[in-house]
């Protein structure tokens, strides 16, 4: 299944049904009278998150989406049927942006959550309302309301505890795969992981998501490489991984490379919490890895943690760490919102 993180869709929601010009025309009544029926409503447009759901591939076959038209009035006091409802389904994360690519019109974080986004015209009345003293006998009816419409973008941001960053071959798909049951594309090059991938990884009884983006190098936030659109993907994370590739001479550019990319492209990235790591330690002897991680350490001006997804060396330590950082991150959230709701209870 492809991968497809951002797309544009219309959207327009269904017309009202027009209002009836009728009379009611029985023997031996003598007094008839108006008796058209009024339009039915038209269907809203209303978008659903799904958890079953990972991709917006479904909208690059489909791009244009209609709610169902109100039916029009009837004789004898019939009111059309009003139209259905459009419900969109879309990954939980995705976040819904009118056409300047901008404004965020709702964020859909959460299983089930909906969001109406356009409501459907409403139905003409028939000429049973205008009647009066002064004319019994209506010929005209309103027809019905038109709906609203409107161009989105749909933006995909997965849901994940930690994000991995760092230069393409730093060894993020490679941890991925032996930390969860991923199974990334992994390969001798740059650029092996073109899009992002999701893990489950379990430490002791506890589970948390890990999220894979491509690597980014020097200019991404001007568009070299495959850019930084990609890291919208961790922007939801609690905290990052950022893995150097210990076999490379320049430990400490390698990582300022990646920093200054993070911090160029916002959204509170350069401030989440990050573990460093210098992977690939199987491949060095004792001194060069003392001396590399002393300079990534001096870099970085955090504890610098040694590693090698390859053969485990360190890797239940980095596993630790992260499931800690994760668990307070649950806990703070759990005791917000008990607070809110102690501060919103009034005996």
């Known amino acids: 299944m492809k991968f497809l ?37 038209g269907g809203d447009v209303i978008f659903e998150a799904a958890r079953n759901l990972n991709t917006l591939i479904d909208f690059r076959y489909r791009q244009h989406f209609k709610a169902e038209r109100g039916q029009d009035g009837a004789g004898r006091n019939c009111t059309g049927r009003s139209g259905e409802d459009l ?28 969001f109406r986004i356009l409501e459907g015209g409403n139905g003409g009345f028939g000429n049973q309302h205008f009647k009066g003293p002064s004319n019994q006998a209506p010929e005209y009816a309103k027809p019905g309301q038109q709906g609203g419409e409107m161009w989105v973008w749909l933006r995909l941001k997965l849901i994940a505890d930690v994000g991995l960053v760092g230069l393409p071959n730093a060894g993020k798909s490679t941890f991925l795969s032996v930390v969860t049951r991923a199974r990334p594309k992994i390969g001798d090059y740059p650029f ?29 936030h001007e568009g070299a490489g495959l850019g930084d659109r990609f890291l919208g993907h961790i922007e939801r994370c609690s905290a990052l991984l950022h893995l150097v590739d210990g076999t490379q001479d320049d430990v400490a550019g390698a990582y300022k490379i990646v920093r200054r990319e993070l911090k160029a492209y916002g959204a509170g990235l350069a401030r989440k919490k990050e573990i460093v790591v210098l992977n690939k330690c199987d491949a060095l002897d004792d001194k060069t890895r003392k001396k590399r991680a002393a300079a990534l350490a001096k870099a970085s001006r955090k504890t610098v943690h040694t590693m090698s997804g390859v053969s485990g060396q360190g ?9 800690d950082l994760v668990r307070a991150r649950d806990k703070a959230a759990h005791d917000a919102e008990d607070a809110e709701k102690r501060g919103a209870w009034k005996p």
Not at 199 to 216: M, N, Q, R, T
Not at 315 to 323: Q, S, W
């Open 5 to 41: 993180d951002q797309v544009k869709i219309y959207l327009r929601a269904g017309d009202g049904g027009n209002g009836c010009v009728g009379f009611r025309r029985e023997k031996f009544v003598e007094f008839g009278g108006p008796d058209g029926g009024d339009g039915g409503d």
């Open 87 to 114: 419900i969109i389904k879309v990954p939980v994360g995705t976040e819904i942006m009118a056409e300047d690519h901008e404004t965020v019109l709702a964020d859909m974080n959460e299983d089930g959550q909906r």
């Open 192 to 220: 092996t992981t073109l899009h992002p991938n999701l893990g489950v990884a379990k430490v002791s009884d506890f589970e948390f998501v890990i999220a894979d983006i491509p690597g980014l190098i020097e200019g991404a």
């Open 315 to 323: 890797r239940d330590e980095v596993m630790g760490l992260l499931a």
